[in-house]
């Protein structure tokens, strides 16, 4: 944003500079996020969970994922959130599917793309990705190649913010 502003104003640049607000911006768009990401997973029942990889972050905005993952309890307590950069990692939730007698878990990105981290770290063929962890502690991972941009019921919540800064452009 500070990068933004200061670009306001420039002679020959733009007179006025709006950013539109990240996903998890504010305790309606969390929930929001929550009923958007629920309505587009896969189909899972008794013995099935869904993994959702985040990027992850040192940055305290981390925090946003937990109160992701307490959105989605709420509503199916077979979803869960793992970052390939911070906590929790893949290896922390391992233990809570075990608990839960889960034996196939799908697993999808939490990113507007399914880039890098989606194709090698989630589900890649090295040892560490993953797809391998999890076939090496017994379960059966099914990956899926979608970001949440692809996603019609996601991508609106971005379009909405957008609308958002585009209004704030004539304010």
Request: hydrophobic share 45%; aromatic share 4%; glycine share 8%.
């Amino acid at each position: 944003i500070a990068t933004a502003k200061a670009m306001e104003g420039m002679p020959k640049g733009m007179k006025k500079i709006t950013v539109g607000l990240p996903l998890l911006s504010t305790p309606e768009d969390i929930k929001a996020a929550a009923e958007a990401i629920l309505s587009c997973l896969p189909k899972h029942g008794r013995g099935e969970a869904v993994v959702l990889m985040g990027h992850g972050t040192e940055h305290p905005a981390n925090a946003a994922y937990a109160a992701l993952q307490l959105a989605l309890w709420r509503h199916d307590k077979s979803v869960f959130i793992a970052t390939v950069e911070d906590t929790p990692g893949i290896d922390e939730i391992m233990p809570d599917l075990k608990r839960q007698g889960v034996r196939t878990v799908h697993l999808l990105p939490l990113m507007s793309v399914a880039g890098d981290h989606a194709h090698n770290d989630m589900a890649g063929k090295e040892d560490d990705s993953w797809v391998s962890k999890l076939k090496a502690a017994g379960f059966t991972p099914k990956p899926q190649l979608t970001g949440l941009g692809s996603r019609p019921a996601v991508a609106k919540l971005w379009i909405d913010h957008l609308k958002d800064a585009v209004k704030a452009l004539d304010e």
